[in-house]
C-alpha cells in the first residue's frame, strides 16, 4: 500500500488538487481528475465535499491552519502582553505567507491564477483571525495598555496590510516599499494606541 492510499480520503483529495495546481489552472480542472490524481473514485470525493470550489477552500483552510489555531489560543493567554501576542500572530502569519509564495513560485500556474488563489488566501486569513486579533486589542484597551476605540477595525486594518504586502502579489512592491508600508503601518499603530515611536518595531522585526 502507497503512503497515498494510507492517508484519509480527506487529505488525498486536498493534496490532489494542490497537486494539480502546480501545473494547472483551477478552471480547467475537473473534479473526475481530481478523484484519479487521490487514487480515489469519484462519488468519493462528493461524499466529501459538494463541489470543488469547496475543495479549493477546504484546501486554503489547511493552509492556514496553523497560524489561526495559534491565534485563537493567544486570545485566550491574558498573561502576555497584548502587543507581544499581535507580534507572534503577525510572525504566523508571516510565514505561512512565505510558504505560500514558495509554493506558487514553484509552480506553473499563469500571474491571474495565483492572484487568484492569493486572493482565496487574503480573504479566509482576515475572515479567521480578525475575531481573535480585535479580541486581543479589547483586551489591552481593557487594561490601558491600548487607546483606541474599534478594535474590529484596527485589527481588519492590520491584517489586510499584513496580508496584501507579506504575500506581495497582488499589488508587487519591491523589498523597500514594503518595508516603508510596514513601517508606516507600526507607526501609525503607535499613534493610536498611545505608544512612544518605535516602541512597537519589534511586532514585525
Excluded: W
Excluded at 477552500?57 to 489547511?62: F, K, P
Excluded at 503607535?190 to 518595531?201: I, Q, V
Amino acid at each position: 500500500m502507497t503512503n497515498q492510499t494510507k492517508q484519509p480520503k480527506y487529505d488525498r483529495i486536498l493534496n490532489a488538487l494542490q497537486e494539480l495546481l502546480e501545473s494547472k489552472k483551477i478552471q480547467t480542472i475537473s473534479v473526475s481528475e481530481i478523484a484519479q490524481t487521490a487514487g480515489i473514485g469519484k462519488g468519493s470525493i462528493y461524499y466529501y465535499f459538494p463541489s470543488k470550489d469547496a475543495i479549493l477552500d477546504a484546501l486554503v483552510e489547511r493552509s492556514y491552519e496553523k497560524p489561526i489555531q495559534t491565534a485563537k489560543s493567544l486570545a485566550g493567554q491574558t498573561e502576555i502582553s497584548p502587543f507581544t501576542r499581535m507580534a507572534m500572530i503577525f510572525q504566523a502569519c508571516r510565514n505561512s505567507s512565505t510558504e505560500f509564495v514558495r509554493s506558487q513560485d514553484s509552480s506553473e500556474s499563469g500571474a491571474q491564477e495565483k492572484a487568484f488563489l492569493h486572493q482565496k488566501y487574503i480573504n479566509h486569513i482576515i475572515t479567521e483571525l480578525k475575531p481573535a486579533l480585535a479580541e486581543i486589542i479589547r483586551q489591552g484597551i481593557e487594561a490601558g495598555e491600548i487607546s483606541f476605540d474599534d478594535p474590529e477595525s484596527l485589527a481588519e486594518i492590520v491584517l489586510i496590510v499584513l496580508t496584501v504586502k507579506m504575500g506581495n502579489m497582488l499589488a508587487p512592491s519591491s523589498k523597500e516599499e514594503i518595508d516603508r508600508t510596514i513601517s508606516a503601518l507600526i507607526s501609525l499603530l503607535e499613534k493610536g494606541t498611545d505608544n512612544p515611536p518605535g516602541s512597537l518595531n519589534f511586532l514585525i522585526s
